[in-house]
């Protein structure tokens, strides 16, 4: 596994969690844009958050503007999705992708790696 999303779980409405994507090669993503994308029930994968290489470039989808935050530890090659006031439609599989180059896009084809998923539901 080159890309590990951890850190999802069930949570009540209002609630927070905090995911994170570690690399097991430091080149994976250490000069890499990183996007956070998901997929509901019935749902086809979107993109949620994304950051820069050097952590400079951040963006958002709509949806979480406000409420979700994108880091990046580059001491520890570690990218965060701090989720805050989760509501019943952030219900989904979480994904961490690393893009081929050093800048983010919210299309899933600029990514070439992907983690297996974590599962992030939230009760109402």
């Known amino acids: 596994v080159q890309l590990q999303a951890s850190g999802g779980g069930l949570v009540q409405t209002g609630g927070s969690l905090r995911l994170s994507c570690a690399a097991s090669?430091?080149?994976?993503?250490?000069?890499?844009?990183v996007g956070w994308f998901r997929q509901g029930p019935g749902k086809e994968r979107e993109f949620v958050a994304g950051i820069s290489w050097s952590g400079g470039g951040t963006g958002y989808a709509d949806s979480v503007k406000g409420r979700f935050t994108i880091s990046r530890d580059r001491a520890t090659n570690t990218v965060y999705l701090h989720m805050n006031s989760l509501q019943p439609e952030d219900t989904a599989v979480y994904y961490c992708?690393?893009?081929?180059?050093?800048?983010?896009?919210?299309?899933?084809?600029?990514?070439?790696?992907w983690g297996q998923g974590t599962q992030v539901t939230v009760s109402s």
């Open positions: 090669r430091r080149t994976l993503i250490s000069n890499n844009g």
């Open positions: 992708a690393a893009a081929r180059g050093a800048y983010y896009s919210t299309n899933s084809q600029a990514y070439n790696y």
